[in-house]
């Protein structure tokens, strides 16, 4: 069983939007810092966007920062990523995180080290991705 779900990828041209969500049926997974990565062939994956549990602090990369934004809804246990001015740049596939990974984007790796000891705060959950691809 899929623990999270990423909806919402496709091809537009340079300039557009898009929006992804990830949904997760469990409030044990959604209930933690979550995040989105993204990963093109070849690379590793890198960070673009992370968001508290309580959805009040969030962090993203560089090469996003003014052109995607981050929300949760806690409702719905789903975490949206608004991305506004594509680039070509931008194509990759988009995974979902909840976890140890999105908390160590958020929190410093010196978290991580700790964290990554513990049971619960240690536990990684990742979704399959969804193919974002920006040309024209």
């Known amino acids: 069983q899929d623990q999270l779900v990423e909806s919402g990828g496709g091809s537009v041209q340079p300039g557009e939007s898009l929006k992804l969500s990830c949904t997760t049926s469990?409030?044990?997974?959604?209930?933690?810092?979550m995040g989105w990565f993204r990963q093109v062939p070849g690379k590793e994956r890198e960070f673009v966007a992370c968001?508290?549990?309580?959805?009040?602090?969030?962090k993203y990369a560089d090469s996003v920062e003014g052109r995607f934004s981050i929300s949760k809804d806690k409702a719905r246990n789903t975490i949206s990523l608004q991305m506004n001015r594509l680039e070509p740049e931008d194509t990759a596939r988009y995974y979902c995180?909840?976890?140890?990974?999105?908390?160590?984007?958020?929190?410093?790796?010196?978290?991580?080290?700790?964290?990554?000891?513990?049971?619960?705060?240690?536990?990684?959950?990742w979704g399959k991705g969804t193919l974002v691809s920006v040309s024209s």
């Open positions: 469990s409030s044990r997974i959604s209930d933690r810092v």
């Open positions: 995180n909840a976890g140890l990974r999105s908390a160590t984007e958020l929190f410093g790796p010196a978290f991580a080290s700790i964290a990554q000891k513990d049971p619960y705060y240690g536990e990684d959950y």
């Open positions: 968001i508290s549990a309580d959805a009040v602090r969030s």
